[in-house]
């Protein structure tokens, strides 16, 4: 057994060991812990598969913000907690069973693929040099399948006004609940000292999408995550969601996105087609506001409905 497999081999008897402990621990806090280095040991494995992209978002997004929303959750949810309750024998059979169906169907998926396995991946490449990137994943996202990406960057605005929606009448318009006061001690520190690198970075990412592994989804979450250490330390408060500046950067993002795919019409003869010799500035435009529109969402995301009186 050579050395790189034996590395994937305990990498994935890992994540099935963090993932059953994950479902089997009673704690909401440990379950979260779990689902967090669940996620980072997710990101291992994309990057054993060559799939660096992937990786920065499950990192990011999937392991980083979410684990986040839930660790929130969790400590909100502590005071009033109760036991859970075993589930009956029965139950726990159903469960098992349908676990086992679910594994073999993803098993007979992969053994029994075509050989070679169908892929669009030599078109993609071909077609890269017209979009001027270098990357074809962002050419697949922001070009080949741009309706895809411009939903799921308009997705986060209904989620985020449902968490609003969480808020009383008096509160609404006010800043968001995750305000904590200054304390001096580790955090604060880290706080101090990890935002601006981290804000180089996220500029990094979202500019070296268009020709190496990075984007617009991957750098707004590293900017949300700095924003969100922030005011965990206590170091500033969130703004008000009433402030006009506020909802602009919510919405820039999809609107600049919408309005190049709504141009294309007429200067490319299709909705979210790019004009030759221009692919490249448009998608990069895009990506750049796009970029502001999701650090802002998630931050608010993960810092919670109005809880202020605005008056």
């Not at 660096?52 to 997004?61: C, F, G, K, S």
């Not at 968490?163 to 001690?185: H, N």
């Not at 880290?190 to 690198?197: D, E, H, N, R, S």
């Not at 448009?282 to 919670?304: F, H, K, R």
Request: charged share 10%.
């Amino acid at each position: 057994m050579t050395l790189a497999l034996a590395v994937d081999f305990g990498l994935a008897l890992l994540v099935l060991a963090v993932a059953g402990w994950t479902i089997a621990v009673r704690d909401t806090f440990a379950a979260v812990i779990g689902f967090v280095a669940y996620g980072l040991l997710l990101a291992l494995i994309w990057v054993r598969l060559a799939a660096p992209d992937v990786a920065l978002t499950e990192a990011a997004i999937g392991s980083g913000l979410t684990g986040l929303l839930l660790l929130g959750a969790a400590a909100r949810l502590r005071a009033i907690e109760t036991p859970a309750t075993a589930p009956g024998t029965a139950l726990r059979w159903v469960a098992g069973g349908l676990c086992v169906l679910v594994a073999a169907g993803l098993a007979a998926l992969v053994l029994w693929l075509p050989d070679p396995a169908p892929t669009l991946a030599p078109m993609a490449v071909a077609h890269l040099p017209a979009t001027g990137l270098g990357n074809p994943v962002t050419g697949v996202l922001v070009a080949y399948r741009a309706i895809d990406t411009l939903l799921e960057a308009v997705v986060l605005l209904p989620a985020l006004i449902g968490v609003w929606s969480l808020a009383s009448d008096r509160c609404w318009g006010g800043a968001p609940i995750l305000r904590y006061p200054r304390q001096d001690g580790a955090l604060t520190l880290l706080a101090q000292v990890l935002p601006p690198f981290g804000i180089i970075l996220g500029i990094y990412l979202c500019w070296n999408g268009a020709d190496e592994p990075g984007g617009a989804f991957q750098g707004g979450a590293v900017l949300a995550a700095m924003w969100a250490l922030i005011l965990l330390a206590g170091l500033a408060d969130a703004p008000p969601v009433s402030r006009r500046w506020l909802r602009v950067l919510l919405v820039a993002g999809s609107a600049v996105f919408l309005a190049v795919g709504l141009a294309g019409i007429w200067i490319a003869e299709a909705f979210l087609a790019y004009p030759a010799g221009y692919a490249k500035p448009l998608i990069l435009i895009i990506e750049v506001v796009l970029t502001l529109s999701v650090a802002v969402a998630l931050g608010l995301l993960i810092a919670g409905p109005p809880a202020e009186d605005p008056t």
